[in-house]
T-cell receptor, first 114, second 113 residues
């Protein structure tokens, strides 16, 4: 298993501002994943983050809007930039320790943009 | 893109009853997993079934997988009020050097005391 600490747990932000979400894992992992869950919806993968390389973004997500850092094997950040109300969602980080796709998730960041 | 379709979207039952949720998917997979989410928090992994397995049990959970029909079901037996949550299936397919998860739309389960 893995223990993942994600913060902040929630925030209310003004449109046009940016928010950086942090994800800390209790052990070293190769890949970390960032998801978005819009209200009442399922999870959509934003990007995968490998230590020492650029994040790989899924279709519909771009680095300018969602810059990701991965400075070491236990930590990653996702920034939601130039926010609009449409960015109001839960953002979740996860890891796959065993490489079979079994994911361990942080508690999520509930973002409201006003 | 969303691969998994789940039904029902919502399910309301009484404590002690069984709850069955179904998931369908479109492409070949390495495994299929079920997750639980309480009140918009993080997801908790429940069970994983490999593509060469047909049925798996874990406590009160029973999962089946039919790769010919590209479908899976999750059965929760003797449900409890504490089982109230959203349940998501997720398919894992190897892509770009890792097992990529694609989540279904989810089933909201309400168990009434």
């Amino acid at each position: 298993s893995a223990v993942i600490s994600q913060k902040p747990s929630r925030d209310i932000c003004q449109r046009g501002t940016s928010l950086t979400i942090q994800c800390q894992v209790d052990s070293q992992v190769t890949m970390m994943f960032w998801y978005r869950q819009q209200p009442g919806q399922s999870l959509t993968l934003i990007a995968t983050a490998n230590q020492g390389s650029e994040a790989t973004y899924e279709s519909g997500f771009v680095i300018d809007k969602f810059p990701i850092s991965r400075p070491n094997l236990t930590f990653s950040t996702l920034t939601v930039s130039n926010m609009s109300p449409e960015d109001s969602s839960i953002y979740l980080c996860s890891v796959d320790k065993q490489g079979v796709g079994e994911a361990f998730f942080g508690q999520g960041t509930r973002l409201t943009v006003v | 893109s969303q691969q998994g379709e789940e039904d029902p979207q919502a399910l309301s039952i009484q404590e002690g009853e069984n709850a069955t949720m179904n998931c369908s998917y479109k492409t070949s997979i390495n495994n299929l997993q079920w997750y639980r989410q309480n009140s918009g928090r993080g997801l908790v992994h429940l069970i994983l079934i490999r593509s060469n397995e047909r049925e798996k049990h874990s406590g009160r959970l029973r999962v089946t997988l039919d790769t010919s029909k590209k479908s899976s079901s999750l059965l929760i037996t003797a449900s409890r009020a504490a089982d109230t949550a959203s349940y998501f299936c997720a398919t894992a397919s190897f892509s770009g050097g890792y097992n990529k998860l694609i989540f279904g739309a989810g089933t909201r389960l309400a168990v009434h005391p």
